[in-house]
């Protein structure tokens, strides 16, 4: 079942109290860890100018870079060590779309499903969103990344806020299952033509609105390190259980402890421990 993940890779800063560090992210570079130990059928497309990223990835002979004249660059802030629930973040919103005719030449000839991971709201223009819904397969998106837009209010550049648009119901009209947050679910509200929406909420658990309410707990963390990139492990650990055919429920639990094992050590999810 070749799984097909599309999105970003970025240049992080991650300040955390007074520590800062440079890393790798974007959904896609961490979700990539996940899939190599749960369903490693899968080929990951980024969006970048700086070719290097690719070698940080766990295969990256499975990546195939889509050229562009930037990349991604994201601040992640946390105030408090004690409360990494906590986050700020900033962006320099590249303006570096995924085409229909970047995707065309370069996706495999079988497609089980599609991963979609937008950092904002240029990634996937409508045009490329209806390309992908056209092979008839399952797609999975984060909303996060259509949300995002630069608070032109703001004392610092940069600075992301969150806001809902009129063509947000009809690109994601069509999506099997969306994952988002609790405040971007509110900002989006209950107009969303979606099977399944998997809503998290850091050390609280998640929810899975599927026919009905699933309430899934929080795995408790004996030590927190890190928790940058703990909502994307948990999207692509769900996404491994659903293409078995798991419930709702049993794939939330099983993310709930991966996303728990992850944020205990540094970076993206360590298969290997």
């Given at each position: ?14 300040v955390i ?6 890393k790798?992210g974007g959904a896609?570079?961490?979700q ?5 130990e749960?369903?490693?059928d ?12 690719i ?6 002979e499975?990546?195939r870079?889509i050229?562009k004249?930037?990349t991604?660059?994201?601040?992640n802030r ?14 320099n ?15 495999p ?10 950092l ?6 409508a ?14 998106a984060s ?9 032109v209010?703001?004392?610092e550049n ?6 809902n ?15 988002l ?6 900002i ?5 033509d979606?099977d ?11 929810r ?6 699933i309430?899934i ?5 004996v030590?927190?390190v890190?928790?940058?990139g703990?909502?994307d492990?948990?999207?692509a650990?769900?996404i ?27 970076g ?6």
């Amino acid at each position: 079942m070749t799984l097909v993940v599309i999105g970003p890779v970025t240049h992080d800063l991650v300040v955390i109290g007074e520590e800062k560090s440079h890393k790798i992210g974007g959904a896609t570079y961490f979700q990539s860890f996940v899939f190599e130990e749960f369903h490693d059928d899968y080929m990951a497309i980024v969006n970048c100018s700086d070719e290097k990223l690719i070698g940080k990835f766990p295969s990256p002979e499975k990546v195939r870079v889509i050229e562009k004249d930037n990349t991604h660059f994201f601040i992640n802030r946390y105030p408090s060590k004690d409360d990494l629930d906590e986050r700020e973040q900033l962006s320099n919103f590249a303006d570096i779309p995924i085409l229909k005719t970047d995707l065309k030449d370069i996706l495999p000839s079988k497609i089980d499903g599609f991963v979609l991971n937008p950092l904002n709201r240029h990634d996937f223009p409508a045009e490329t969103m209806e390309y992908l819904k056209s092979f008839n397969v399952p797609i999975f998106a984060s909303v996060q990344g259509f949300l995002r837009v630069p608070d032109v209010q703001a004392d610092e550049n940069y600075t992301i806020k969150l806001s809902n648009f009129d063509e947000l119901h009809d690109i994601l009209s069509g999506v099997d299952v969306i994952f988002l947050d609790e405040a971007e679910k509110s900002i989006i509200g209950a107009d969303c033509d979606v099977d399944e929406m998997v809503i998290t909420n850091g050390s609280h658990g998640s929810r899975i609105l599927s026919g009905s309410e699933i309430r899934i707990d929080a795995v408790e963390c004996v030590n927190v390190v890190d928790t940058t990139g703990c909502g994307d492990t948990y999207m692509a650990a769900y996404i491994t259980q659903k293409l078995l055919l798991k419930s709702p429920e049993f794939a939330g639990n099983f993310a709930s402890r991966i996303a728990s094992e992850k944020i205990e050590n540094f970076g993206p999810y360590n298969f290997n421990k």
